[in-house]
């Protein structure tokens, strides 16, 4: 190996080190916080060699009720990502294969949707869901969130469908196949890594949320994000019961994460090369 083919490697070395360390040391702070008492949390000089405790995930359960809170948040996650998925992979396929007088201007009111910060419509969502019942409930909240996250589906889907060739439509309408048939047999399937990155990122996006949650959820509903908030009282900030309900949170999101890298591989991919 010559010399610069040697400094190169230890240069990729280093930055892999690096990235590593920046994304776990969160993640063991976290830990490290998580398993101290307050008595602990609150020295000069911080530990990293204690008696660990779980009281912390303790209170996060049961009595702040942070399991209950993300329960909340995957069914509404999971409702709203599903239906977004849904309106935009019909909208893109419309979109790409059929030509119409506003196509590029659709798009683009497509995208200025994305830049439309949740504050900006909370108001109007509010005064609405009081008068109609809403607050407070699945449905109103999965309907609140697809101004959000539609567009991001639209918009990262819209990529992939462009890339797939108009000649499988017209070989299949030869073939006697009907619209509705293409898109579901043959469409479908091969947007299938797109969807897997679309969901992931409007999940998240969902997951996440705060301004909508806080105003338009309630005990019924009450997101993982509003239960983190409560950890902050008037008299103090529950540390370590926040951090280990942190924890607790992120564990599922990591462990799904883990099972679909691979059609997040494939589908950040997908069109990069011709």
Known sequence: MNPQSRTTRRL???????????????????????????????????????????????IAIFQYGILRNALHSFVIAAASTALTLVLAMLFVYGITRFRFQFRNPLLMWILNLRMLPPI???????????????????????????PL???????????????????IDEAALIDGANRWQIFRDMIFPLMRPALAVAGTFCFLEVWNEFVLALILTGPNTKTVPIGLSEFI??????????????????????????????????????????
């Not at 996250?149 to 000649?167: H, R």
């Not at 280990?244 to 950040?268: D, E, K, M």
Request: glycine share 6%.
């Open 149 to 167: 996250t539609l567009p991001l589906a639209v918009w990262l889907l819209y990529g992939f469908a462009q890339e797939l060739p108009l000649s």
């Open 120 to 146: 900006a419509i909370v108001i109007p969502f509010y005064v609405l869901y009081s008068d109609v019942g809403l607050i407070d409930t699945y449905r109103g909240m999965v309907l609140a969130y697809l």
């Open 12 to 58: 990729t070395i280093a930055f892999v080190v690096f990235v590593l360390l920046a994304w776990l040391t969160p993640i063991f702070w976290l830990v490290n916080v998580a398993l101290k008492t307050q008595a602990q949390l609150f020295v000069r000089t911080p530990s990293f060699i204690f008696t660990p405790t779980f009281e912390n995930f303790g």
């Open 233 to 274: 009282t008037e008299h103090a900030v529950e540390w370590g019961p926040m951090s280990a309900a942190a924890l607790v949170l992120l564990l599922p999101l990591l462990f799904v994460t883990y099972f679909l890298q691979g059609s997040l591989v494939r589908g950040l991919t997908l069109g990069a090369v011709r």
